[in-house]
Nanobody, 124 residues
């Protein structure tokens, strides 16, 4: 089993920045990819960003491209999401997810483990 714990959410004004972290523990010896998703009230969970084990070219949703940056530190089994120029529409619960393997994917169902989520609220 793998456990994922997110941290770093909070309240910020529009235009501000927040940094999220997600630490993985447990059976993390396999090669795995990491992703961030978010879910706003009344909406489905949507893809935000993903990165492979090697930390190669990450992939972003169009809505966050140029504003968010995903990175990872394999020595710490941790993935990060730096969020800049935040907008009120970025308000959501943010989840990190882990997928065993090397393939980058934006599909929720392809991820094997999920964190409990952290709230991000952007005020206008």
């Amino acid at each position: 089993q793998v456990q994922l714990v997110e941290s770093g959410g909070g309240l910020v004004q529009a235009g501000g920045s927040l940094s999220l972290s997600c630490a993985a523990s447990g059976r993390t010896r396999s090669t795995y990819g990491m992703g961030w998703f978010r879910q706003a009230p009344g909406l489905e969970r949507e893809f935000v960003a993903a990165i492979t084990w090697s930390g190669g070219i990450p992939y972003y949703a169009d809505s966050v491209k140029g504003r968010f940056t995903i990175s990872r530190d394999n020595a710490k089994n941790t993935v990060y999401l730096q969020m800049n120029s935040l907008k009120p529409e970025d308000t959501a619960v943010y989840y990190c997810a882990l997928r065993i393997g090397t393939v980058l994917t934006t599909t929720n169902a392809h991820y094997d483990y999920w964190g409990q989520g952290t709230q991000v609220t952007v005020s206008s």
